[in-house]
Structures are given as structure tokens and as C-alpha cells.
């Protein structure tokens, strides 16, 4: 069968021409495409997780099609799985794949999964955990920009035996705000569509982790709005808030609830809490740096 | 409300308990919701094993503390209610 064809649930035309398998947090996932451009901007986009050879069969298949005779159009990509049939601009597809690909390999995680963002300094994790669209990857971005090395600007993922965050390097999706905010707009990211951005800890100059961490540090970050142009402050808190702060952004801990408290209550144990104040991302990652690092 | 002679407790059937630092953590079976308390809600939590009368509890904690009766019941009568009300604590006569 030929990739990418006949195995997913919209519609795939055209030959596969790129055919590579990465494995996330432990789930493989074997995308396609007919575009070279398509082909290199994925490369990119999956570079830091590790691939696997001969596409197993329990991969999670994607296809994005480049030159699709179905709607007659020059341009017009789909990035199809079973829940996904997204036509556009390439930017489009490849942000509904990150989309799709992250959503599947957090749902897949056989450990806890926590809605943060993640930066290390030698084999210590300090873990931001916050939802969407207060800042995370802005930090995360920011952290690497003062030299911290580059874990996750996703998840804070914990290995079910080892009972250790293990990295989840996704590639960092950026604002044109955010790109700015942490003074990245120079770099040559890979278009997402709206002018999102996505780029990669090595671009950034970073080094990303490979192996397992010790989460030492859980940071609540408390931005200021707009416009306010406050300095930073950073202040213990107490470990119970930090259980709290885990657990409101778990991901999956419903799946096994008395484990995974216990497992957060275990984490938050062993690690310092802290609040962050801040007005600019960089100053503050500077002095978590400088603190913390 | 006033059910000073009432006994306070137990828990809640299935809660999971554990201790952070001076803060206990509780799970709820049911919602899976997590409920961290602090260090003076912990001190509470641990005398409402259904054994103490709220009057026992304000007196214990009084004792520990060293304040009055008076000064500490209303609010150790509103951590009550509100570990009762979330389902953790088993109800007034309950």
C-alpha cells in the first residue's frame, strides 16, 4: 500500500514521495508528504525526537498532500488522520499536523502529562505549568534565550517507572508578539499560518535534553497585562500550591487518579515552588537564571 | 447553622489524603477534584475523624494555638462547612 493511501479516514491524492516515522513519548508516528518544501519544514519541525526505521505498523500515520487534483488547485495541502481534513496554504497543514501529532502523542503517554513549559539546567527541571495562551512558550523561549537548556514548551511529562520528567522537545510555536517579546524575530522559522512561528531550540542557540530530569523547581508564572511595565519578583510559595498548580494542568491524570495524585504529590515534595512576577519574559528568564540555574 | 454538638467527620468515603509539607492534599473519588489545605484547614481536617464535637475541635485547636475559644470558632465552624460542602467531610449527623 502506498503510504499515507487508503488507511486514513479523508482524502489522500497523489503519490507519498517522503515517508518518515519519529517516535514521541513513545508512540511512533509516520507522516508522508509529496512536497520536498512540505517535506524539509516537517524534518525540521520533528528533528529533536528520534527516528524509527521501517514505519511500524502501530505508527500513528499522517499524509499531507501537495498539488491536490480533487480540488483542482495549484496549492492545496491536507493533513489527514482520522479526525482531521484540513485544505490551505502549507503553513495551515503543517500547524493542523503539530496539532494533531501533539494531541496524539500526549493522549498516548503512557505516563503523567502536565500542561507546562519545561527548561533544565544540567539534569534539573524547572517546570512551568500554566494553560494556553498565558505565556508558556514565550517563557519557554525566553528561558533558552538566557541559556537554559530546552525540555518541552508543551508538557511536563513524567515516565510512569522511573518517576522522572522525560524531554518532550517539540519545536516552539511563536507569536509575531512573542517572537518579538523574547527578541527572535530575526530567525527563520517555519510558517504556521497567522503568522505563527514555529522554530527549534538550536536555532535559538539551545541544547536540548535527551535524557531523564529531576523536576527541582515549579514556577507559577504570573505575567503582568499590557502595558505594565513592572520589574520582576520572585518568591517562594508553599509545595501545596505547587501539587495544586500540577494537578489543575494535568492532562491525563483522570485516567488513573489515585496514582497520579500520589505521583504529584511525590513530585511536588521533592521540588521548590516558587511565584514569578514579571513584565518582560527576558528579564525574568535572566533571573530565573540567575536564581534558579 | 450551629451544630456545635455535632460531631465533626469522618471522611468521606474513598478521599485519598496526603501530606505536603504542613498542607494535606485530598483527593475526591468521585470528581477526581484536588483540594490542597492549608496549614490551619490541615490542623481541622485531622481532628474530624467523627470522634470530636465541633466544640471539641475549636477546644482542641484553641489549646494548640493558644487563643480563645471565641477567637478561632467562627472560622474553624466555616473550614468545616466548606470541607463538608465540597464532599470531603461526611455531612452534619451523617
Known amino acids: 500500500m502506498t503510504p499515507g493511501r487508503g488507511d486514513t479516514a479523508g482524502p489522500v491524492v497523489g503519490e507519498s514521495v517522503h515517508d518518515v516515522t519519529w517516535e514521541l513519548l513513545g508512540t511512533a508516528f509516520r507522516i508522508t508528504c509529496t512536497s520536498n518544501e512540505v517535506a524539509a519544514a516537517i524534518a ?6 528520534p527516528k524509527v526505521a521501517g514505519g511500524p505498523a502501530s505508527a500513528k500515520r499522517y499524509a499531507v498532500v501537495d498539488g491536490c487534483e480533487r480540488h483542482g488547485h495549484d496549492r492545496c495541502l491536507h493533513a489527514t488522520t482520522g479526525e482531521l481534513d484540513v485544505s490551505g496554504p502549507p503553513g495551515v497543514a503543517l500547524a493542523a499536523v503539530l496539532t494533531a501529532v501533539n494531541e496524539a502523542a500526549i493522549d498516548a503517554f503512557a505516563g503523567l502529562a502536565v500542561h507546562a513549559g519545561v527548561v533544565a539546567s544540567g539534569s534539573s527541571a524547572i517546570a512551568f505549568p500554566a494553560p494556553s495562551g498565558t505565556g508558556k512558550t514565550t517563557f519557554a523561549a525566553a528561558g533558552l534565550v538566557a541559556g537554559f537548556d530546552y525540555v518541552s514548551d508543551e508538557a511536563l511529562c513524567v515516565d510512569p517507572a522511573t518517576r522522572r520528567p522525560v524531554p518532550y522537545p517539540r519545536a516552539l510555536a511563536l507569536s509575531p508578539w512573542s517572537r518579538h517579546a523574547v527578541a527572535l524575530d530575526d530567525i527563520a522559522g517555519i510558517e504556521l499560518g497567522d503568522g505563527e512561528v514555529a522554530i527549534t531550540a538550536d536555532q535559538i542557540g539551545a541544547r536540548t535534553v535527551t535524557a531523564p530530569l529531576d523536576l527541582a523547581h515549579i514556577v507559577h508564572l504570573q505575567p503582568a497585562l499590557d502595558g505594565d511595565a513592572r520589574g ?28 497520579s495524585f500520589h505521583l504529584l504529590a511525590t513530585l511536588a515534595r521533592k521540588a521548590q515552588a516558587w511565584r514569578l512576577n514579571y513584565g518582560d519574559p ?3 528568564a535572566a533571573l530565573l537564571r540567575d536564581r534558579l540555574g | 447553622m450551629d451544630d456545635a454538638g455535632a460531631r465533626v467527620g469522618p471522611a468521606v468515603h474513598g478521599v485519598v489524603e496526603t501530606e505536603v509539607d504542613e498542607s494535606i492534599a485530598l483527593l475526591h473519588p468521585d470528581s477526581s477534584q484536588v483540594y490542597v489545605l492549608n496549614a490551619t484547614a490541615a490542623d481541622v481536617w485531622r481532628l474530624s475523624d467523627g470522634e470530636l464535637t465541633l466544640d471539641g475541635v475549636v477546644a482542641a485547636l484553641a489549646v494548640a494555638y493558644g487563643a480563645t475559644p471565641e477567637s478561632i470558632r467562627a472560622e474553624v465552624a466555616a473550614t468545616v462547612g466548606r470541607l463538608r460542602d465540597d464532599g470531603l467531610l461526611m455531612p452534619a449527623g451523617g
Open chain 1, 44 to 49: 525540521q519541525l520533528f528533528e529533536a525526537f
Open chain 1, 232 to 259: 520582576c519578583e520572585l518568591t517562594p510559595a508553599p509545595r501545596g500550591e505547587a501539587m495544586t498548580w500540577l494537578f489543575q494542568r494535568s492532562f491525563n491524570h483522570y485516567k488513573h487518579p489515585t496514582e
Open chain 1, 282 to 284: 527576558l528579564e525574568a
